[in-house]
Every structure is written in structure tokens, then in C-alpha cells.
């Protein structure tokens, strides 16, 4: 969620001095941009992870802050509320075994914070959103106690000048109004990070918007909210709704919304930073002391203090984001759109097949901007969140077809060649892959088995629906500490 906060209140004044500051970082990132400044050549990515914690029944909670004390590592941190962390792996060198050494390192951190867990009689968790929720877990009296958390929903709530309207359509209707960002919380995800040169990253984030769909309907691990069965991937419509500053004919006058899946393809990454400087009015308007154009001229690496809080709080599914390590300057693609879990190894066949279709479509004689329509990708993302795996996905010289088919046939044989230009292990390439392969063939993900375990909990074996819920996620639980992908897990 980004820096700590001490102030709880800004002024006009303040703010005004906030966006000429945020309009001075950019002008300074385009100069950086035009001198070459910037890291190129370092394959590096990096995964984030959240978490749930929660009860021997599968209820959320409200321990992260004893929980962090007792697993004693600056890789776990609090995250939105109190029944939430977050894991943060170190980069890693995109190439070789480095999918078997992520799942290692993430499966051994998953573990010795379930065993800390343990010793509050709570347990950590990967879902898109658990099943077993109810309103109660997700107040504002929850939030986590970082004052950066409640000045977010305090920002949030007054933009929008009225409560929040929750409406998601799916198998089952949910409608409510919410007082506070809480609801956002119970969206857990995956992040994936990948280190991009200047001009590499038009490309690279043109093509991880055209495969959002796919990693969405593959990756789909969010079936459930508050009792109700929803979209295969219902944390989608769930964040969206949850940080939109937009009231009703804000949203009606075409306000872009915060979290944003785009408009349009991108010739360069400035595009990307002058939509959210242009479109987008501070959440948080925190003035730094750096002077910008002071640091670079005297040949120093500025860190654009504003701009880069600006931009956090732009939720785009695939997101720019600059940074400085080790005293020079790169930019990384943020990959957001994938839920937690099922488990590790789920997640790391995940992130295979994200940097290998990323890899892939960048390598390919045609730029897959001049392929495929910015609208149909975006339908892509929509048809996916709704109906995953069961989906109809466009692509081009194929036409609509199933999810599943669009995968195997035609997605699954860009990643392979991308994996293998990274020089990825091949073994390594075959296995993380075979898991997509098979949950496509078997189309069992995450959000399917949930579906499937807990109709038949409550349309075959009588369990009323709390009880139909809370021996599935017992059921799940019990799968994802064996790390076995969950196109193995057994069905009713």
C-alpha cells in the first residue's frame, strides 16, 4: 500500500503545491527517459504474495500485527486489514531453475508462517476471496492499525462524498452499501513483477494487457463473497467497486475509474504517466523536500517521491511503476490481475505462463497492439472474471472460442517459445507449463473445484449453505498445505 503516513489532514494550498510537484516529477522522468538514464539489460522479477489468517473454521482473524512479531522477517508485512499480510519475494534473475527456486523459497516462507500462525491457533491462507467471509470481518474497526490504511479510506470516501455501492452480478445477485474500503480487503492477490527497459516496455505491457483475460480465466480462485456465488473471479468486480472515488454521475460523465484496466494501447511508457497525472486527482497528497530537478543536475538519481505515490494509487491491472535500486533508476511491470492460490505451485505455473506469453507475443514479427483491438482485450478481461475457465476469449486468427481451447491450441505454444528465450530450464518449462496444460484440459481451477465441492456439499449431501461452506474451505485448506496443484485435488 506504500509508505507510511504521519499527516491526517491536508489543505488547499496543500494540494495545489502537491500537483505542481507530481507535474515536475514527470517532467523530470521524461528528461531521464531522453538521457538515457535509466537500468537496462537485468532480467530481475519479483512475486508478492498475500495472505489470509484465519481460524480453525476458516473465519478471518484479527492477528497480522502479533502474527508479524512472531515471524520476525521485513519479507512479511501488514497489508489492508488486520486479517491480511503480505509476502514480498527478493528479485530474482529471470533464467535457468528460477521458477523452481521461487516455488522453494515461497513455499518455505508460506510454511514458517503457518507455524507461527499455529501458535495462535490461526492458520495462513491462499484465496481470492474465502469463502466462509461475512460483513462482520470486513468493518472499518478492522482496518490495520498503519494510519496510512484509514487516511486511504478517509481520501477515498470523502472523493466519492458517499458511501460505496457494492453490485455484482453472477450466478447469484449481491447488492450492498459499504461505509469504508474494508470490502477491498477481502480481495487477496498475486503480484507479478518484471524489470523492463524504456523502450521495451510499450511492448511488454501492451502484451500482458492482451493475455489479462487468459491469466484470469486460468488463474480464476474467487467463486464466493459473503455467501453468494458470483463470478468464477469476483475479486475483479470487488476491487473495482471497493476504491472507486466515482459517484454515480461522475461515473455516468465517463470519470475513468481508479482501478482501470486502460483505454488504449501504449507507444511509451510516458503514456502510461501522463494518463494518471492528467485523469486522476491526489489520493494522498504528500509533499517530499527532494527538488527533482536539482538532484539530476547535479548528476544524482531522484526518487519522485509524489509522482510515485501518485501513481500507487492508480489501481491499473497492469501498472507502471519506477523505482531506484542500488542507486539507479528502472522501471518494472506490475502484473496484477491474478488471485492468491490455490497454492505455490499454482502460483509460480501462473507467473511461467505470464513472463513466457509476455516474452512470447513481444518476439513475434506482428505487435499484438496491431492485432487485436485495446476493446477486445478488455472483453477478454470481463468475459474471464465472469465466467473463467468457461469463458469465450477472442484472439486473433482464431476467432471466439472456449478459454480453455485458446490456451491449449494457441496460448500455451507462445509461453513455451517465450520460456525458452529467457532461457528458462527446460524441465522447469514443461512442468509449470504441464500445469496449465492440465488444468485447461481437466478445466479444474481454483475457483471451479470451490464450486464444485461445495454444490455438491449442499445440493447432494444436505448441508445447509454456512455449513456447505465452511467444510469446503476446510476441504481447500487441507489441499493447499500439501502444495499438490489443484488440477490433482480430489472432487465429491
Known amino acids: 500500500m506504500?509508505?507510511?503516513?504521519?499527516?491526517?489532514?491536508?489543505?488547499?494550498?496543500?494540494?495545489?503545491?502537491?500537483?505542481?510537484?507530481?507535474k515536475r516529477d514527470?517532467?523530470?522522468?521524461?528528461?531521464?527517459?531522453?538521457?538515457?538514464?535509466?537500468?537496462?539489460?537485468?532480467?530481475?522479477?519479483?512475486?508478492e504474495v498475500e495472505f489470509y489468517v484465519v481460524d480453525d473454521v476458516g473465519d478471518p482473524t484479527m492477528i497480522n500485527e502479533e502474527l508479524l512479531s512472531r515471524i520476525e522477517s521485513a519479507d512479511f508485512q501488514t497489508e489492508l486489514a488486520q486479517f491480511n499480510i503480505e509476502f514480498n519475494l527478493a528479485p530474482h534473475k529471470l533464467a535457468g531453475t528460477v521458477f523452481r527456486e521461487i516455488e522453494e523459497e515461497l513455499q518455505t516462507s508460506f510454511t514458517h508462517a503457518d507455524r507461527r500462525a499455529s501458535e495462535l491457533d490461526a492458520h495462513v491462507a491462499m484465496f481470492g476471496i474465502i469463502p466462509?467471509?461475512?460483513?462482520?470481518?470486513?468493518?472499518?474497526?478492522?482496518?490495520?492499525?498503519?494510519?496510512?490504511?484509514?487516511?486511504l479510506n478517509e481520501q477515498?470516501?470523502?472523493?466519492?462524498?458517499?458511501?460505496?455501492?457494492?453490485?455484482?452480478?453472477g450466478v447469484e445477485r449481491l447488492m450492498l452499501q459499504a461505509s469504508s474500503i474494508a470490502m477491498e480487503a477481502a480481495a487477496t492477490s498475486v503480484q507479478l513483477h518484471l524489470q523492463v527497459s524504456p523502450e521495451g516496455f510499450p511492448g511488454a505491457w501492451n502484451a500482458a494487457q492482451a493475455i489479462a483475460g487468459a491469466q484470469v480465466a486460468i488463474g480464476a480462485n474467487s467463486p464466493f463473497l459473503l455467501g453468494k456465488e458470483l463470478n468464477r473471479e469476483?475479486?475483479?468486480?470487488?476491487?473495482?467497486q471497493t476504491i472507486d472515488t466515482r459517484s454515480e454521475e461522475l461515473t455516468a460523465q465517463g470519470v475513468r475509474p481508479r482501478v482501470w484496466f486502460g483505454e488504449r494501447w501504449i507507444d511509451r511508457v510516458m503514456d502510461l504517466f501522463d494518463e494518471n497525472v492528467r485523469y486522476f486527482p491526489a489520493l494522498l497528497p504528500l509533499l517530499d523536500e527532494e527538488d527533482p530537478e536539482a538532484v539530476l543536475s547535479r548528476g544524482d538519481v531522484p526518487h519522485l517521491p509524489e509522482l510515485v505515490l501518485h501513481n500507487g494509487t492508480i489501481y491499473r491491472w497492469n501498472r507502471?511503476?519506477?523505482?531506484?535500486?542500488r542507486g539507479k533508476p528502472h522501471l518494472r511491470l506490475e502484473n496484477r490481475v491474478l488471485p492468491a492460490g490455490p497454492t505455490m505451485a499454482d502460483i509460480v505455473?501462473?507467473?511461467?505462463?505470464?513472463?513466457?506469453?509476455?516474452?512470447g507475443l513481444v518476439g513475434q514479427d506482428e505487435p499484438i497492439s496491431r492485432q487485436?483491438?485495446?476493446?477486445?482485450?478488455?472483453?477478454?478481461?470481463?468475459a474471464a472474471a465472469r465466467d473463467g475457465i468457461d469463458g469465450q476469449l477472442f484472439w486473433p486468427g482464431v476467432g471466439q472460442v472456449p478459454a480453455s481451447e485458446l490456451i491449449l491450441r494457441t496460448l500455451l505454444p507462445i509461453a513455451h517459445a517465450g520460456l525458452d528465450a529467457w532461457d528458462i530450464d527446460p524441465a522447469d518449462r514443461d512442468h509449470y507449463l504441464g500445469i496449465i496444460e492440465q488444468r485447461a484440459l481437466l478445466r479444474r481451477t481454483g475457483a471451479n473445484w470451490q464450486v464444485r465441492t461445495f454444490r455438491s456439499l449442499f445440493d447432494d449431501e444436505g448441508l445447509n449453505r454456512d455449513e456447505a461452506l465452511v467444510e469446503m474451505t476446510r476441504r481447500y485448506l487441507e489441499h493447499m498445505r500439501t502444495n499438490e496443484p489443484v488440477h490433482r485435488w480430489p472432487l465429491p
Open 234 to 240: 469476483t475479486r475483479i468486480a470487488l476491487f473495482e
Open 26 to 47: 514527470l517532467i523530470v522522468l521524461q528528461r531521464m527517459l531522453d538521457e538515457g538514464r535509466f537500468e537496462r539489460e537485468r532480467k530481475l522479477i519479483g512475486v
Open 132 to 151: 466462509t467471509l461475512k460483513d462482520l470481518h470486513v468493518t472499518i474497526q478492522n482496518l490495520s492499525a498503519n494510519p496510512r490504511y484509514h487516511l
Open 156 to 169: 477515498i470516501l470523502d472523493a466519492r462524498g458517499e458511501d460505496l455501492q457494492l453490485q455484482i452480478e
Open 320 to 325: 507502471p511503476i519506477y523505482a531506484v535500486a
Open 2 to 22: 506504500g509508505r507510511d503516513i504521519d499527516e491526517t489532514r491536508f489543505t488547499r494550498e496543500g494540494r495545489q503545491r502537491y500537483r505542481d510537484k507530481v
Open 372 to 382: 487485436l483491438s485495446f476493446t477486445a482485450a478488455a472483453d477478454n478481461f470481463r
Open 349 to 359: 505455473a501462473n507467473a511461467a505462463f505470464y513472463y513466457g506469453l509476455v516474452r
